[in-house]
C-alpha cells in the first residue's frame, strides 16, 4: 500500500516550499550569496532580522538569515560552507531547486527605533542578519535619527557586499566604519577590531537602539563597550546563532535555558540573555 500523496495529506509547517536559484554571488571562497524566487505561492515576506531553513534536496537544511526580501516573494540568503548542508547549497547554481521553510523567529525591533538615533555592528557572517535592518532604514529614512554603521572583517576579501558598502558610504545620511583584523596589500581602511570604533559612532548611545550581529565574543564586547558608554541594556539587541533543526521550538536543540532562539529569537535584548551566555554549560 503506497502512502497518499503530498497533496493529499497537506502541506505541514516542515514542508518546504520550492524555490529557484535566479542568481548567485561569490563573497569569497567559502561564501556564496543566493537569490531566489519562489516557483508557486512564496512563504511570506520575511521581516529584517528573521531567518528562514534552506533544504538541500537530498542532504538536509540548514537554518539561514535573511540578507533581502522583495514583496514578490524573491529571497536573496548569504550562506557559508561549512558543513555537508551548507556546502551543498554553497555548490547551487542558477537554476537548481531549493526548499525554503519560514519566515521565522523575531526580528530586529524597528519599531522601538523609530524616532531615535541607530547604531548597527555587523561582523564577519554577521552582516548579513544586519544588511535587510540598514535597507529598512534607509528607505525610510525620515523615521528614523541618525544612523551609525560598523561593519568589520578578518581580512578585506572577506568583508560582504562589497557594493552595499560603497553605495552606503557614498550616502550623506549614514556614517560608515568598516574594519579589517588583518590587512593585505592595497587596504587603506581601518585595522582592527569593531570595538575600536564605537567612540567614532555619531549616535546619541544613552538613547540610541543598537543592533549587533556576529561572533558571540564580538558580541559580548561590543555589548559591553555600549554599556560603558551609557546605553541602556534594554537598547541593544543581538542575534544569536544555535543548532536549530525544526525552527519552530520542538527539538531543543537550541534551547538557551527558558530561551529557544529559533522561535524566541534570534533576535534579543541583552539583558535578557547575558546572564544565560554567562553560564558555560548552556
Not at 538569515?65 to 558543513?83: C, E, F, K, N
Request: net charge negative; proline share 7%; with cysteine.
Amino acid at each position: 500500500m503506497t502512502g497518499a500523496p503530498l497533496t493529499e495529506l497537506g502541506a505541514g509547517p516542515m514542508t518546504p516550499t520550492m524555490y529557484r536559484v535566479s542568481a548567485r554571488a561569490d563573497e569569497s571562497p567559502q561564501t556564496v550569496t543566493l537569490d531566489l524566487s519562489p516557483m508557486a505561492d512564496p512563504i511570506g515576506v520575511p521581516a529584517p532580522g528573521q531567518f528562514t531553513m534552506l533544504w538541500s534536496f537530498g542532504i538536509g537544511e540548514a537554518p539561514i538569515s535573511v540578507a533581502a526580501a522583495a514583496v514578490d516573494g524573491s529571497l536573496r540568503q548569504t550562506i557559508r560552507g561549512v558543513g555537508p548542508v551548507t556546502s551543498a547549497l554553497c555548490a547551487a547554481v542558477a537554476g537548481d531547486l531549493v526548499g525554503v521553510r519560514g519566515p521565522y523567529g523575531v526580528g530586529w525591533d524597528l519599531d522601538l527605533a523609530q524616532g531615535r538615533d541607530v547604531l548597527i555592528v555587523g561582523g564577519g557572517l554577521g552582516v548579513a542578519p544586519v544588511r535587510s535592518a540598514i535597507e529598512h532604514i534607509l528607505e525610510n529614512r525620515g523615521r528614523f535619527g541618525r544612523l551609525a554603521v560598523v561593519i568589520g572583517a578578518r581580512t578585506p576579501d572577506a568583508l560582504l557586499y562589497p557594493r552595499e558598502l560603497a553605495r552606503w558610504q557614498e550616502r550623506s545620511d549614514v556614517d560608515l566604519e568598516v574594519t579589517v583584523d588583518t590587512a593585505t596589500v592595497g587596504w587603506r581602511g581601518n585595522v582592527g577590531l569593531v570595538t575600536q570604533l564605537l567612540d567614532r559612532a555619531t549616535v546619541d548611545l544613552g538613547t540610541a537602539v543598537a543592533f549587533v550581529c556576529g561572533p558571540e565574543v564580538m558580541m559580548r564586547f561590543v555589548a559591553r563597550g555600549l554599556l560603558e558608554r551609557g546605553a541602556p541594556p534594554e537598547n541593544i539587541f543581538v542575534s544569536l546563532e544555535r543548532n536549530m533543526h525544526c525552527a519552530i521550538g520542538h527539538c531543543g536543540h537550541c534551547q538557551l535555558g527558558p530561551l529557544f532562539v529559533c522561535k524566541d529569537g534570534p533576535v534579543h535584548p541583552w539583558h535578557r540573555v547575558a546572564p544565560l551566555l554567562s553560564v558555560r554549560e548552556l
